[in-house]
């Protein structure tokens, strides 16, 4: 790794790391050199479109499928199955999940599929992971990738076969003959010296909840193990070799005004460097601690206006400063039920002021190599995050790589990532 | 205050030459590259980074690297023997006592400690044990079950 690599995170933490794989490849190259198998490509036809049109319309407006790039399911040529997503895991389970999805729609063993989230050079464009939206709203567009990608099978096997696909059954990764189960042919077979790129342009029909077999039985979580042994990575656990930790100055409260900032404690520390922009100011160390400490040292100075706030006007002030209401979705007729309405009550319901405070802090791990950022980020949100690092550096978004491993907790407070844009400048 | 420290981490013999005034939370994080133990709050409010010292829970992040010397420590990393899960955490992943995880390493050493004390702790003594600890995601009762399935196995009856 080269030793310019530098971390940027919040309160520091750390490991010892696992290098970037195939750094500098775009996505495309990415896939195609994973050796060969099959990748599915979803055509966005009638299934997709319906699948879209039930899902909730997300605040902020749907943000449309991903239509440059969009292989959700990859099958290797060992059968093990690939799920590649821009939804990340940080607590509420889509990391089994949509798991369980894949394998009931593939006709596979759940065990065989691996998740592969939150990786913006490797995963299909993804809004961000938010408003309870994964299950309803991504779960039916992975249902019909992954139908697709069983349509592909099945055709492929006609083939292999010398049947009909009408004729098929698929059960457990293995493609049978109906009439003459002897005759079969597994997925790890059929995608044997493949190297497909494929889009169908009819989809088999979405299978009935009746013909589950994962989806919908409880499931141990996938990473549970990994939790309760202390392996489960988060972003302020990567090390990079020869990185420096960063620490930044926050001001003291609400509309402080920055006026001028003494760094020359900070400085004399040993091994400190000290980044100063305007009221930007951050101290790196090669040690959390060390870098955290000498940030306390710095003797900043700001215009911090008394608070006017008490408990009797806070909810005057919130309702003051809040953005303008907006209707979220709009179906039947209020009038009819209020004519409708056996009773009526009116209230005013009051609630206390509420921080996201996941149990971890925000932080991200930023290394440069030539003309290409990689960003390991505690974030809900990759794709956003990676376009806002792109703006921040001045780089185009193709030269930068978000990688989000788990997350510990977010609660809507890392969709936005102002702290990534913060933490690239 | 430079110096070395020396101390068993997991069973292993360990000895630092760092500055002793460093805390355990880092140092492990660092120099021992153990990352199991979470850095959150940061004041020893939160529990996310306990840690066991001499077989008892403690905060690692108010833990001074030098109060160490000749002590054993034992990290999330080193509860499972031989490559056998502890019963919590057999019965934090069975239990689904766990979201984020990241509150899960001081939980179930926190537990741990509070089954040293309480072998057959009641749902009430569950609750007024752990409540040091804090989970944002919404496994509390869930960690509670799992505490009550873990203390039965521990004392031998069935879960």
């Known amino acids: 790794m080269n030793p310019t690599a530098f971390i940027l995170a919040n309160a520091g933490q750390d490991t010892v ?16 050199t994973l050796g060969g198998g099959i990748l599915v490509f979803v055509a966005l036809g009638e299934t997709l479109a319906a699948a879209e049109a039930e899902a909730p319309v997300p605040r902020g407006g749907r943000p449309g499928l991903p239509t440059d790039f969009n292989a959700f399911i990859r099958i290797a040529e060992d059968g093990r199955v690939t799920c590649l997503t821009g939804k990340i895991e940080m607590g509420q389970g ?20 691996d ?4 990786d913006t050079d490797l995963c299909p464009w993804d809004m961000g992971t938010w408003g309870s939206l994964t299950t309803r709203q991504f779960g039916p567009l992975l249902r019909a990738a992954t139908t697709e ?16 696909a009408a004729q098929l059954v698929a059960r457990d990764g293995i493609v049978f003959v109906g009439a003459d189960e002897q005759r079969r042919v597994t997925y790890g077979e059929l995608a044997r010296g493949q190297k497909i790129e494929r889009h169908l342009t009819v989809t088999p029909d979405l299978k009935a909840f009746a013909q589950f077999r994962v989806a919908g039985r409880p499931k141990l979580r996938r990473d549970a193990r990994e939790k309760v042994t202390g392996q489960a990575r988060y972003a ?99 009038e009819d039920g209020r004519a409708l309405a056996a ?33 390991w980020a505690s974030t809900q949100n990759p794709f956003g995050a990676r376009d806002q690092i792109a703006r921040a550096l001045g780089f185009p ?29 | 205050m430079p110096g070395t420290v020396s101390f068993k981490l ?52 108010m833990l001074r690297l030098g109060s160490l010397q000749n002590k054993s420590v034992v990290t999330i990393e080193g509860l499972a023997q031989g490559g056998q899960l502890h019963p919590l955490q057999k019965a934090f992943m069975e239990h689904d006592a766990l979201q984020c995880g990241f509150c899960t390493s001081g939980m179930i050493l926190t537990a741990y400690g509070l089954l040293q004390n309480q072998p057959r702790p009641s749902r009430e003594d569950i609750i007024s044990g752990m409540d040091r600890n804090l989970c944002r995601c919404g496994a509390h009762t869930r960690i509670i079950d799992a505490i009550q399935s873990a203390a039965a196995e521990l004392a031998g009856g069935t879960k």
Not at chain 1, 115 to 118: E, I, R, T, W, Y
Not at chain 1, 348 to 370: C, N, Q, W
Not at chain 2, 37 to 48: L, M, Q
Request: a neutral charge.
């Open chain 1, 115 to 118: 998740m592969l989230m939150g």
């Open chain 1, 397 to 425: 978004a193709e030269k930068v790589r978000v990688i989000t491993p788990y997350v510990g907790g977010g609660f809507g407070g890392k969709t936005s990532n102002l702290q990534w844009a913060c933490r690239c400048r």
């Open chain 1, 236 to 334: 302020g656990d990567f090390r990079l070799r020869g990185m420096l930790y960063a620490k930044v100055l926050r001001p003291p409260s609400h509309e402080a005004k920055f006026k001028n900032a003494d760094t020359s404690a900070a400085r004399a520390t040993p091994g400190v460097r000290v980044v100063e922009d305007g009221e930007f100011i951050a101290v790196l160390h090669e040690l959390p601690d060390v870098a955290a400490e000498a940030v306390t040292r710095i003797k900043a100075e700001y215009d911090v206006p008394p608070s006017t706030l008490s408990d009797e006007n806070i909810h005057e002030h919130l309702l003051r400063v809040a953005p303008p209401a907006a209707t979220v979705g709009q179906g039947g007729r209020l």
């Open chain 1, 17 to 32: 790391l696992p290098p970037s794989p195939l750094p500098g490849q775009d996505r495309r190259q990415f896939l195609r």
């Open chain 2, 10 to 61: 997991n069973g292993q013999p360990v000895s630092l030459k760092v500055d002793s005034d460093r805390k355990l939370l880092w140092v492990l994080r660092t120099e021992l590259a153990q990352t199991g133990t979470k850095f959150s709050c940061g004041k020893g409010i939160c529990g996310a980074c306990t840690v066991l010292v001499n077989d008892r829970p403690a905060r690692s992040c």
């Open chain 1, 149 to 164: 990608a069983r349509g592909v099978l099945l055709a492929l096997a006609a083939e292999r076969l010398q049947v009909p």
């Open chain 1, 343 to 375: 009773h009526t009550a009116e209230s005013t319901f009051f609630d206390g002021y509420v921080a996201h405070s996941p149990m971890e802090t925000h932080a991200a791990l930023a290394t440069i190599e030539g003309d290409k950022a990689t960003v």
């Open chain 1, 94 to 113: 889509p990391i089994t999940s949509l798991a369980q999805m894949v394998a009931d729609d593939l006709d596979v063993p759940y065990e065989s599929v």
